[in-house]
């Protein structure tokens, strides 16, 4: 069974967000970068592409222009479905639909909710995973550092001659969710390589936000924790 074909807007700039859309569109659906959340009404389901420190932002400036039973997702590991409560009491079909690589966290309210990640993911060659709050953090920690690992990985190999192109999956993390899976990260005991890493993506991917912290978190002057 496939998903009906939808028009769904995109709120946000997020990459977990943006590459959500796109796979989407690649699966037959319309998509269309939101101009102003006013225009809502025209779109069957909208993605929130933000960052978790965006989402309750990014809920604000659309809240008053949702209507009952439109659709709407997020994409960030590090916030549950939750996060849209106002736009659930709104009448809205909540979701959160986080990349985990070959997965996706996905959070619901409903079985209805369910279904249609469900038949969506399918559509995109992906499943569904629970993860539970108390665990989002440290899956997004460990998950996090294990693909800006995997970036540098592929980006050595490409340099030194080993591969001629990566065919790997896109990189769909944030600056702004690496950073605030930090203090997780420092719970894991992997503080000092989780900035390493994060500084040469930043670099590598021109994520000056990401490079900057991270190099502040090296400087002997600033608390790691």
Not at 144 to 168: N, V
Request: aromatic residues 6%; contains cysteine.
């Amino acid at each position: 069974m496939s998903a009906p074909r939808m028009r769904v807007a995109v709120w946000g700039d997020s990459r977990a967000g943006i590459n959500f859309a796109l796979r989407l569109e690649m699966a037959g659906h319309t998509i269309e970068k939101l101009e102003d959340p006013a225009q809502l009404d025209r779109f069957d389901a909208l993605i929130l592409a933000a960052t978790a420190r965006e989402l309750e932002g990014a809920v604000g400036d659309v809240e008053k222009h949702v209507r009952p039973k439109q659709i709407v997702i997020h994409t960030s590991l590090l916030a549950g479905v939750e996060a849209l409560d106002e736009l659930e009491t709104s009448g809205c079909l909540t979701i959160a639909a986080a990349p985990l690589g070959d997965s996706y966290a996905v959070g619901t309210l409903d079985e209805v909710a369910e279904t249609v990640i469900g038949l969506l993911l399918s559509e995109i060659h992906q499943t569904a995973e629970t993860v539970p709050a108390a665990q989002r953090a440290e899956r997004a920690a460990r998950l996090y550092y294990a693909e800006m690992l995997g970036e540098l990985s592929a980006w050595a190999a490409l340099k030194a001659g080993i591969i001629e192109d990566f065919m790997g999956s896109s990189f769909d993390l944030d600056a702004g969710d690496i950073i605030d899976a930090y203090p997780a990260a420092v719970e894991l005991g992997m503080a000092r390589n989780y900035r390493d890493v994060a500084r040469m993506v930043g670099e590598k991917k021109n994520m000056e936000e990401l490079e900057l912290w991270a190099v502040r978190k090296e400087a002997p002057w600033q608390s790691n924790s």
